[in-house]
């Protein structure tokens, strides 16, 4: 439908609409049809258009005039979050920016409305578009508003122009007081002992359905079923996805979060939403602990890991944006560190736009560890860009800690007390008390050997006085 539209509408111009929207491929086409619709316009328009995209309800409305001289145009963005928060932006963009925002734009756009009637911008300014134009143009710009709504919040990088300084312009929440990732000062912690321990349920085995592997330009993402589940805090918890943040071959760092600002090599996110209160991920991620998310650090050593192997595996199979492949289900427990008992607790927010703070975060004291080769390959492997366009690496992929402001960390143990586990502390004792019990028989020993001398010596000595005494 779209295709017979767009070429009954342009019947020269050599783009196409997409007959089935590819989310990374989504901008640059709406961007085309725009700038098509706007080239050929004149005059003045008013009109609204309302829709909904998920649990987002929105009116588009065009007020005012466009003037063509200055390439630019004048819109009013209006609408209501499920959550009844208003919006109500407006603003002058240039027409080369249109897609380059999570909002949603329209060129000067016209449609049936009772009166007034617009000119159209197909034909000259005195004439207006008949009913079937007018219904098959206004089919062409819903279907431009869903291109820019199914590749909304797209255009944001760790870098550059659209880089994590600049997310605050067009994600607001961004630049909020409770941001996520921090840099955890062990010794600004609350100890709190009472904390219940995070106990992960169904991970050892998630179902027998294979898991989706992707690359969506941010980062590898794994779906998990909703199987697996949390306790040990305030509702219960689903598994909705994992996702992975590290840094660049050669460079120190990689992970989010910092302990006493050291940065780990990477970092795992293993996202839950709150199934108690709310349907799905998307509606629990705009509400207060809508979300809970474990962060675990990671770091590089000698030994391979086995489950960490499972995603690694499939990364080249990805190489390249909106790529996806399948994964048998595996033990996804063991992406854990060894100790779950020890852990930082505090609330904050997405650490990628939109940067919603409705996160209740988990970042385990204890490290994962993958070998250095498996790091590598993390690293090098995947691209931020499809197939098709110019390579640029996916790497450093993670937002720099955030001020803490007033917010408080709890800890479930006390980081300036013993820095070892229940385990390695017992091993030590042990090793320990070897220790002495070699350097006692050591000292035995040698106590023995000295006092052997002496006696040697002392009969030595007894002997010779006796000779003297029987010469003399």
Not at 309 to 317: F, G, P
Not at 339 to 366: A, D, I, K, M
Not at 444 to 461: D, E, H, P, T
């Amino acid at each position: 439908m779209p295709n017979r539209l767009f070429k009954e509408l342009f019947p020269s111009s050599p783009v196409t609409a997409p007959p089935h929207i590819h989310p990374s491929r989504a901008t640059l086409k709406a961007e085309a049809i725009v700038k098509l619709l706007a080239s050929k316009w004149s005059g003045g328009c008013r009109g609204r258009l309302r829709g909904q995209r998920g649990s987002q309800r929105f009116v588009l409305e065009l007020r005012n005039s466009w003037d063509p001289t200055k390439n630019q145009i004048p819109w009013k963005r209006t609408g209501q979050q499920a959550e009844n928060r208003s919006i109500d932006n407006s603003r002058n963009l240039p027409a080369h920016s249109l897609a380059r925002s999570r909002s949603l734009f329209l060129p000067p756009f016209c449609f049936p409305l009772p009166p007034p009637a617009c000119p159209s911008p197909l034909l000259p300014n005195s004439a207006t578009l008949s009913p079937s134009r007018d219904t098959m143009l206004f089919a062409l710009l819903l279907e431009v508003i869903w291109i820019l709504a199914a590749d909304g919040g797209q255009h944001w990088t760790y870098e550059g122009p659209h880089g994590q300084e600049h997310w605050p312009a067009s994600y607001p929440e961004c630049g909020n007081d409770a941001q996520s990732p921090i840099d955890i000062r062990t010794d600004s912690v609350t100890v709190a002992p009472e904390l219940p321990i995070l106990q992960p349920h169904g991970y050892e085995q998630p179902g027998t359905e294979p898991l989706d592997l992707h690359n969506n330009g941010h980062t590898v993402q794994l779906s998990l079923p909703p199987t697996l589940y949390l306790s040990g805090l305030p509702r219960k918890y689903v598994a909705a996805q994992l996702h992975l943040h590290w840094g660049r071959q050669g460079s120190p760092g990689g992970s989010e979060h910092q302990i006493n600002s050291e940065a780990a090599a990477a970092e795992l996110h293993v996202v839950h939403y709150d199934s108690d209160s709310y349907e799905s991920l998307s509606e629990a991620a705009q509400r207060p602990q809508g979300l809970a998310v474990l962060g675990i650090l990671i770091e590089a050593g000698d030994t391979e890991n086995p489950a960490y192997e499972h995603i690694l595996q499939h990364l080249h199979e990805i190489r390249h944006k909106d790529e996806k492949t399948s994964v048998p289900p595996f033990n996804v427990g063991g992406l854990f560190p060894p100790q779950l008992e020890h852990f930082f607790r505090y609330n904050g927010s997405l650490t990628t736009p939109p940067c919603y703070q409705s996160v209740l975060w988990t970042v385990f004291s204890r490290r994962a560890q993958i070998s250095v080769e498996q790091l590598e390959r993390l690293q090098t492997t995947l691209f931020s860009t499809e197939e098709e366009e110019p390579s640029e690496l996916l790497a450093e992929n993670f937002r720099i800690p955030q001020p803490l402001n007033q917010r408080g960390v709890l800890a479930s143990f006390n980081p300036a007390g013993s820095l070892y586990s229940t385990g390695e502390m017992l091993s030590i004792a042990v090793g320990i008390l070897v220790g002495c019990l070699c350097l006692l028989l050591a000292l035995y020993f040698i106590a023995r050997k000295i006092r052997k001398k002496r006696l040697g010596n002392r009969k030595s000595v007894v002997f010779t006085s006796a000779r003297t005494t029987a010469e003399a």
